[in-house]
């Protein structure tokens, strides 16, 4: 007889966006950038964001958000992306990144996605893009992750 209870259950994408949706916990970089999950598909290694973009917070002097928060963001999607992935078991801190930018971002929505191109037992590959509320391109990231389980994350 198998010991049912020592394999954890499968989370469905639903349980998941729940499990984001409900936190109380939600890191400080994250209510910075203003992060809501959209959607989760784990099919698809990907996940459908929301920032908030705060004028008094993320602008620069020529009223745009500035590019490091940009790049915030793009890490953010990615790196839920990697958790999605992994099944809720693992996190997946950044190696590298590559950032592109298309248009400058202005204060208000701002639409994340994230994926995982392929995800390895030392290495997690990486995409992400940016869109305005008009649904044109912000910005697009590449990178590189190291898959890490919750139980050895410190």
């Known amino acids: 007889m198998t010991d049912v209870a020592s394999e954890p259950e499968a989370l469905t994408d639903e349980a998941i ?6 936190t109380k916990n939600q890191p400080t970089g994250s209510q910075t950038l203003g992060f809501r ?7 698809d290694k990907s996940v459908e964001v929301e920032f908030d973009a705060k004028a008094e917070l993320l602008l620069n002097p020529m009223k745009q958000i500035q590019g490091g928060y940009l790049c915030a963001m793009l890490d953010e999607a990615m790196s839920v992306a990697c958790m999605v992935a992994s099944g809720m078991t693992a996190v997946a801190p950044t190696l590298e990144m590559k950032t592109t930018f298309f ?14 191109v392929k995800w390895g037992r030392q290495v997690a590959f990486t995409e992400g893009e940016l869109f305005d509320p008009e649904g044109r391109t912000l910005a697009k990231a590449t990178g590189t992750a190291i898959p890490t389980p919750f139980a050895r994350y410190k």
């Open 17 to 22: 966006l729940a499990r984001f949706l409900r």
């Open 37 to 43: 999950m959209v959607s989760v598909s784990q099919a």
């Open 103 to 116: 248009r400058p971002g202005q204060p208000g929505k701002i639409r994340g996605v994230g994926k995982v």
